[in-house]
C-alpha cells in the first residue's frame, strides 16, 4: 500500500508496519492520507495486534488516528513529532463501539504508545485552544472499565491542553512522560450513575513545565487547573516526579484527586510554584457526595507555595465517604510560601470533618499572618488527627507575625506537644482547647492541657472512658473562683477552688479522673 504524504510499508518484521513519509512514488497508485500514513498502517495490522512504527520529522495530521485493540505506536523519539491539524483538534481518537465479547463494555484494550511528541506549540497553537493528544470517550453512563491496559513510555505533549483525555480504565501505566506548556491529563468518570473507578493508575518519572517544550515561550497560566487530574481513582501511585509551575494565586494546582478516590499514593515527587500541589475534592453521585481518602505522601517536596501545599475540601458529616479520610503524610518538606490577602499560604489544610490524618516527620516553613489559617489547619469536627515529630518554622522574614496549627472547634487532635516550632509568633491557636466551665464539661480528646473559663461549679467530667485509659490531663482555670468538688466521677485529695492561673492534673483511670496534682498559683 503506497499513499501520499504517508506510506505504509509492511514486512519488516512480523505484525510490523513501518510508516514512510515519502512525498511520491512515480508510476504508482498513491491515495491521501490525513494521518501521513500511520492509520492506514494501523488498519493493516492484523486482528491479534501489531506496532506501528512513525519516522522522524514534523508530521501534520488532518484527522484523528483511531485506535481500539492490541496495537502499538512507536515513533524515533523526539525527531517524530505529530501536529494537530486545528485548535480543537484530536490526534488519537478511540471514541469507538463497544466490543461485542465483553462483559465489561470494554471498547479498547491492550495499547502501547511510545517515543514520540504531540507539538501543539510547533503547530501555532496556545494553551486555551481545545487540543487534545490521546482520547478515549465512554460510551455511556454505566460502562465499568472502558478502555483496559493502555501504556505510554517517553511521550511528549508540548502545548497540548487535553494531553491525555481517558474515561473509566483500568490499568494504565505512564513512564518518563512529559508534559509542557498548561497542558492536562485527565481520568474521568463523567455523569456516572454510580460510582466507577480509574483502577489502578502507575505514573512513575513524570515530569511537567509550564514553558514550552524548547523552553522558549512561557505562555499565560490556565486558572484553576490541574496537570494530573484523577476522577474516582483507586491504586492510584506517583513516583520519583516533578512539576514546575508558573505560580500565581490563579495558577494551575499539581495533582487533584476528586470523588471517592482511595488507595493513592505520591513518593519521591517535588512540585514547584503551585496553587494548590495536591487537591482532595468530592464527586456528588446520585445526589451523595463521595470524598478521597485513603493516601500516603512520602517523601514529597513542595516550594514555592501559592495557596496550599495540601488541601482537602470539608467534610459534610461523619459518615462513610463524607469527608476526606485516612491521609498519611510522612517525612516530607513545605517550604517557601508567598503570601497574599487571598491566599494566606496555609501547608496543610484538613477540611471540616476530616477523618485518621496521621501527619509524622514532616517540616513546614511558613510566612502568612492569619489567626485561622497556619502551616497546619486542621478544620471543626475532625476527629483522629495525630501528629508526630514535626517541624514548623518561619525563616523567610516574609512577615512578623505567624502562625504555627490552627485547629478548628470540636476537633481531636493528638501530639499537638511533639511538635517542634522555631520563629512562629504563635505556635498553637488551638478553637478547641478552651472549655467553659458547667455542671458537666466535656474535654476535648487528644490535649494534654485544657483551659477552663468561667467561675460555675463544676461536678462532672464526663469524657473518661471516651479516652485511652491513663490519659493524664492538666486544667488551667483562666479565672478565680472555680469550684471542683471531690465527688461525681471526679476523685480528688479535697475540693478545688480555682485562682487566675491555677492547675489541676487528673487521670483517667477506668470511668474515674483521679488527681495527681495541684497548683494554686
Given at each position: 500500500m503506497l499513499i501520499s504524504g504517508g506510506t505504509a510499508v509492511s514486512g519488516a518484521a512480523s505484525g510490523t508496519v513501518i510508516v514512510s513519509c515519502a512525498n511520491s512514488h512515480s508510476g504508482q497508485w498513491t491515495i491521501q492520507s490525513a494521518t501521513k500514513g500511520i492509520q492506514e498502517a494501523e488498519k493493516s495490522l492484523p486482528a491479534e495486534g501489531g506496532v506501528v512504527v512513525?519516522?522522524?520529522?514534523?508530521?501534520?495530521?488532518?484527522?484523528?488516528?483511531?485506535?481500539?485493540?492490541r496495537r502499538t505506536f512507536r515513533g524515533l523519539g523526539v525527531s517524530t513529532r505529530?501536529?494537530?491539524?486545528?485548535?480543537?483538534?484530536?490526534?488519537?481518537?478511540?471514541?469507538?463501539?463497544?466490543?461485542?465479547?465483553?462483559?465489561?463494555?470494554?471498547?479498547s484494550d491492550d495499547i502501547l504508545f511510545a517515543d514520540f511528541?504531540?507539538?501543539?506549540?510547533?503547530?501555532g497553537f496556545i494553551p486555551s485552544n481545545n487540543v487534545t493528544g490521546i482520547?478515549?470517550?465512554?460510551?455511556?453512563?454505566?460502562?465499568?472499565?472502558?478502555?483496559?491496559?493502555?501504556?505510554?513510555?517517553?511521550?511528549?505533549?508540548?502545548?497540548?491542553?487535553?494531553?491525555?483525555?481517558?474515561?473509566?480504565v483500568f490499568d494504565v501505566s505512564l513512564e518518563g512522560v512529559r508534559v509542557y506548556s498548561n497542558s492536562?491529563?485527565?481520568?474521568?468518570?463523567?455523569?456516572?450513575?454510580?460510582?466507577?473507578?480509574?483502577?489502578?493508575?502507575?505514573?512513575?518519572?513524570?515530569?511537567?513545565?509550564?514553558?514550552?517544550?524548547?523552553g522558549d515561550v512561557a505562555h499565560p497560566t490556565l486558572s484553576a487547573a490541574a496537570v494530573f487530574h484523577v476522577e474516582n481513582g483507586e491504586l492510584v501511585y506517583f513516583s520519583n516526579s516533578q512539576f514546575l509551575m508558573a505560580g500565581g494565586d490563579t495558577g494551575m494546582d499539581g495533582i487533584a484527586f476528586w470523588g471517592g478516590a482511595e488507595d493513592l499514593s505520591i513518593v519521591n515527587?517535588?512540585?514547584?510554584?503551585?496553587?494548590v500541589a495536591i487537591d482532595f475534592k468530592p464527586i456528588t453521585i446520585g445526589g451523595t457526595a463521595y470524598y478521597p481518602g485513603y493516601a500516603h505522601l512520602s517523601n514529597v517536596s513542595v516550594d514555592q507555595i501559592w495557596g496550599y501545599a495540601i488541601f482537602a475540601a470539608d467534610g459534610i458529616s461523619t459518615g462513610p465517604f463524607a469527608n476526606v479520610h485516612n491521609i498519611v503524610i510522612d517525612n516530607c518538606l513545605f517550604t517557601n510560601p508567598h503570601p497574599s490577602a487571598t491566599n494566606p499560604c496555609t501547608a496543610i489544610q484538613t477540611g471540616a470533618y476530616a477523618r485518621h490524618w496521621n501527619i509524622a516527620n514532616t517540616q513546614i516553613n511558613i510566612a502568612q499572618a492569619s489567626a485561622t489559617s497556619g502551616g497546619l489547619s486542621i478544620g471543626a469536627n475532625s476527629a483522629a488527627i495525630a501528629l508526630n515529630d514535626n517541624q514548623i518554622m518561619n525563616t523567610t522574614g516574609i512577615v512578623a507575625t505567624t502562625l504555627g496549627i490552627f485547629v478548628g472547634a470540636?476537633?481531636?487532635?493528638?501530639?499537638?506537644?511533639?511538635?517542634?516550632?522555631?520563629?512562629?509568633?504563635?505556635?498553637?491557636n488551638d478553637g478547641a482547647n478552651h472549655v467553659a466551665s458547667a455542671a458537666t464539661i466535656t474535654l476535648p480528646k487528644g490535649r494534654k492541657t485544657v483551659f477552663i473559663d468561667g467561675t460555675a461549679t463544676i461536678n462532672q467530667v464526663n469524657t473518661c472512658d471516651q479516652d485511652v485509659d491513663t490519659r493524664i490531663v492538666t486544667l488551667i482555670f483562666t479565672?478565680?473562683?472555680?469550684?471542683?468538688?471531690?465527688?461525681?466521677?471526679?476523685?480528688?485529695?479535697?475540693?478545688?477552688?480555682?485562682?487566675?492561673?491555677?492547675?489541676?492534673?487528673?487521670?483517667?483511670?477506668?470511668s474515674f479522673w483521679v488527681e495527681l496534682s495541684r497548683s494554686l498559683n
Amino acid at each position: 500500500m503506497l499513499i501520499s504524504g504517508g506510506t505504509a510499508v509492511s514486512g519488516a518484521a512480523s505484525g510490523t508496519v513501518i510508516v514512510s513519509c515519502a512525498n511520491s512514488h512515480s508510476g504508482q497508485w498513491t491515495i491521501q492520507s490525513a494521518t501521513k500514513g500511520i492509520q492506514e498502517a494501523e488498519k493493516s495490522l492484523p486482528a491479534e495486534g501489531g506496532v506501528v512504527v512513525i519516522p522522524g520529522g514534523n508530521l501534520q495530521m488532518q484527522g484523528p488516528i483511531s485506535y481500539q485493540r492490541r496495537r502499538t505506536f512507536r515513533g524515533l523519539g523526539v525527531s517524530t513529532r505529530l501536529l494537530p491539524a486545528s485548535t480543537s483538534a484530536i490526534v488519537f481518537d478511540s471514541n469507538l463501539p463497544i466490543h461485542p465479547d465483553s462483559a465489561y463494555d470494554i471498547q479498547s484494550d491492550d495499547i502501547l504508545f511510545a517515543d514520540f511528541v504531540i507539538d501543539g506549540h510547533m503547530a501555532g497553537f496556545i494553551p486555551s485552544n481545545n487540543v487534545t493528544g490521546i482520547r478515549h470517550i465512554a460510551q455511556n453512563a454505566t460502562e465499568i472499565h472502558s478502555i483496559v491496559g493502555v501504556h505510554f513510555e517517553r511521550v511528549y505533549f508540548n502545548n497540548i491542553r487535553n494531553a491525555i483525555l481517558l474515561h473509566r480504565v483500568f490499568d494504565v501505566s505512564l513512564e518518563g512522560v512529559r508534559v509542557y506548556s498548561n497542558s492536562q491529563i485527565r481520568f474521568e468518570d463523567i455523569a456516572p450513575a454510580s460510582m466507577n473507578h480509574n483502577y489502578q493508575i502507575l505514573v512513575n518519572n513524570f515530569e511537567y513545565s509550564w514553558r514550552t517544550m524548547d523552553g522558549d515561550v512561557a505562555h499565560p497560566t490556565l486558572s484553576a487547573a490541574a496537570v494530573f487530574h484523577v476522577e474516582n481513582g483507586e491504586l492510584v501511585y506517583f513516583s520519583n516526579s516533578q512539576f514546575l509551575m508558573a505560580g500565581g494565586d490563579t495558577g494551575m494546582d499539581g495533582i487533584a484527586f476528586w470523588g471517592g478516590a482511595e488507595d493513592l499514593s505520591i513518593v519521591n515527587t517535588a512540585i514547584v510554584n503551585a496553587r494548590v500541589a495536591i487537591d482532595f475534592k468530592p464527586i456528588t453521585i446520585g445526589g451523595t457526595a463521595y470524598y478521597p481518602g485513603y493516601a500516603h505522601l512520602s517523601n514529597v517536596s513542595v516550594d514555592q507555595i501559592w495557596g496550599y501545599a495540601i488541601f482537602a475540601a470539608d467534610g459534610i458529616s461523619t459518615g462513610p465517604f463524607a469527608n476526606v479520610h485516612n491521609i498519611v503524610i510522612d517525612n516530607c518538606l513545605f517550604t517557601n510560601p508567598h503570601p497574599s490577602a487571598t491566599n494566606p499560604c496555609t501547608a496543610i489544610q484538613t477540611g471540616a470533618y476530616a477523618r485518621h490524618w496521621n501527619i509524622a516527620n514532616t517540616q513546614i516553613n511558613i510566612a502568612q499572618a492569619s489567626a485561622t489559617s497556619g502551616g497546619l489547619s486542621i478544620g471543626a469536627n475532625s476527629a483522629a488527627i495525630a501528629l508526630n515529630d514535626n517541624q514548623i518554622m518561619n525563616t523567610t522574614g516574609i512577615v512578623a507575625t505567624t502562625l504555627g496549627i490552627f485547629v478548628g472547634a470540636n476537633a481531636a487532635v493528638y501530639g499537638l506537644e511533639t511538635t517542634l516550632f522555631e520563629g512562629i509568633t504563635t505556635n498553637v491557636n488551638d478553637g478547641a482547647n478552651h472549655v467553659a466551665s458547667a455542671a458537666t464539661i466535656t474535654l476535648p480528646k487528644g490535649r494534654k492541657t485544657v483551659f477552663i473559663d468561667g467561675t460555675a461549679t463544676i461536678n462532672q467530667v464526663n469524657t473518661c472512658d471516651q479516652d485511652v485509659d491513663t490519659r493524664i490531663v492538666t486544667l488551667i482555670f483562666t479565672s478565680a473562683g472555680c469550684t471542683v468538688p471531690d465527688g461525681g466521677n471526679l476523685k480528688l485529695s479535697a475540693a478545688f477552688v480555682s485562682t487566675a492561673f491555677s492547675t489541676l492534673t487528673v487521670q483517667c483511670l477506668s470511668s474515674f479522673w483521679v488527681e495527681l496534682s495541684r497548683s494554686l498559683n
